[in-house]
């Protein structure tokens, strides 16, 4: 008999005008003092403005913390770590994107354990290192302004290491952010790219999720739900920025993707985009969207029904047969980044080839997402999908 595991989120505010009501959730937590940690973009696009406003109409005290970085580095996590600890506060608010949602569940992390803790000293490819108890862990809101990476809901901080270039995660199954708000108002001022790279880093979630090699039956409904979403409203999110439907719908499917991913994890998909990040700096949605396909088509043996499904929740027709449904469905899901206006060549994102080999070694030796994937790879295998990509 097969054992399932489920990791779910806390309690969850979804909806239009929900970050208005941060104000009044925090302070029934009856916090002493907030850091508010936001990165600089958000600020500019004005996306904390009804947070602070509700914070300062309660009464609730806080501090705000800018300084985050795009796919944030150990160093610049530790630095904010040391700002909460000067700052006196006992509660963490973190809005934006991925990297400033991760730079906030990171902090929680490093606060919880020892004065001159790094969230170095916790990555996962470290080994069995303990993470701080969870008892000690700041209770943590998070705010997310992408509809892509689902980090609202999820256990994990992706950090960066600033000498390898190589990505690490930092977390376990009782870090999962203890409130999520989830506002597509908030989304609603995504520039096109943005929206189009981080919404396919949520279809990448929910694929490589629905195809894992863990069991989680009581999701699989729900993910297909999500890439469903995905492939009707992320075209029109992409095309009309302000069209509200399909921005809650895609803020709806990446909560799903992050669900998804917290219990089924990922696949080599993310396993090869992070080094894609880490070596040559593309965006994080958008070295999924292109290693994607190329995934897909190697892994489908292991998968052939699952990938079959995803194809029918791609809205493709149902082929002759179901491996000519499952390869219609890597058909679409480079339809869908074309439709988006992303490049789907690694050449055309200034990738260099001379460094594919040490990504390929990263991807397979360091990045531990792959365990997962339905057919087993290697380092020549993880190689060989780059030049596909390439
Ligand atoms: N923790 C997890 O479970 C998890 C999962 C997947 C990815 N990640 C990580 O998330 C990071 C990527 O996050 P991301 O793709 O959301 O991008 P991001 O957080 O790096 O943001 C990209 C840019 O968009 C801007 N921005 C964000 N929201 C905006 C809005 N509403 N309007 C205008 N501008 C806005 C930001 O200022 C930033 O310049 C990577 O580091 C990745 O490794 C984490
Ligand atoms: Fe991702």
């Known amino acids: 008999m097969t054992t399932s595991y489920y990791i779910w989120p806390n309690e969850v505010h979804f909806g239009f005008g929900s970050a208005r009501k941060t104000g009044s959730i925090v302070k029934a937590e009856q916090p002493g003092h907030v850091f508010v940690i936001a990165d600089p973009g958000v600020i500019a696009a004005n996306l904390i403005d009804p947070i602070i ?22 160093t610049s996590v530790d630095a904010a770590a040391t700002a909460y600890r000067d700052s006196g506060a006992d509660l963490i608010v973190g809005i934006g994107g991925g990297s400033g949602l991760d730079t906030a569940k990171a902090v929680r992390m490093v606060v919880a354990g020892p004065a001159n803790a790094s969230v170095s000293d ?4 470290m080994g069995d290192k303990a993470l701080p108890h969870p008892k000690h862990l700041p209770f943590f809101v998070a705010i997310p302004t992408t509809a892509g990476t689902g980090a609202e809901v999820t256990p994990w901080a992706v950090v960066t290491d600033p000498i390898e270039k190589t990505k690490f995660g930092v977390g376990g199954p009782r870090s999962v952010p203890s409130m999520a708000i989830i506002d597509p108002e908030l989304m609603l001022t995504l520039p096109a790219f943005l929206t189009a790279a981080t919404g396919m880093d949520a279809l990448s979630h929910c694929i ?3 195809v894992s090699k863990n069991d989680n039956p009581a999701l699989d409904a729900m993910i297909l739900d999500g890439i469903r979403d ?3 409203h992320l075209p029109v999110a992409v ?16 909560m799903i993707g992050g669900i998804a991913i917290s219990s089924k994890w990922l696949g080599a998909c993310h396993s090869l985009a992070h080094q894609l990040s880490g ?6 949605g958008l070295a999924n969207a292109i290693m994607l396909p190329h995934q897909m088509t190697f892994s489908l043996p292991g998968a052939i029904e699952r990938y079959a499904a995803v194809a029918t929740a791609l809205g493709v027709d149902s082929g ?53 994937n339905p057919r087993v790879v290697n380092e020549q295998v993880m190689a060989q999908l780059y030049h596909a990509a390439w």
Not at 54 to 72: A, C, D, H, I, R
Not at 279 to 284: D, K, M, R, S, Y
């Open 53 to 74: 406003t509700s914070l300062q109409s309660e009464g609730v005290s806080f501090t705000l913390y800018s300084k985050v970085e795009p796919n944030p580095s150990a």
């Open 122 to 125: 916790y990555a996962y490819r």
């Open 208 to 210: 490589e999720a629905y």
């Open 230 to 232: 995905i492939a009707k």
């Open 239 to 254: 095309a009309q920025g302000d069209r509200r439907t399909a921005r809650e719908a895609m803020a709806h499917a990446a």
């Open 279 to 284: 070596f040559a700096n593309v965006q994080h």
């Open 320 to 372: 002759s047969n179901v491996r000519e449904r499952a390869e219609r469905g890597i058909a679409a899901v480079t339809q869908l980044s074309l439709d988006c206006n992303l490049p789907v060549r690694l050449r055309d994102v200034n990738v260099p080839k001379d460094v594919i080999p040490a990504m390929a070694k990263a991807a397979y030796t360091v990045d531990l997402n792959w365990w997962t």
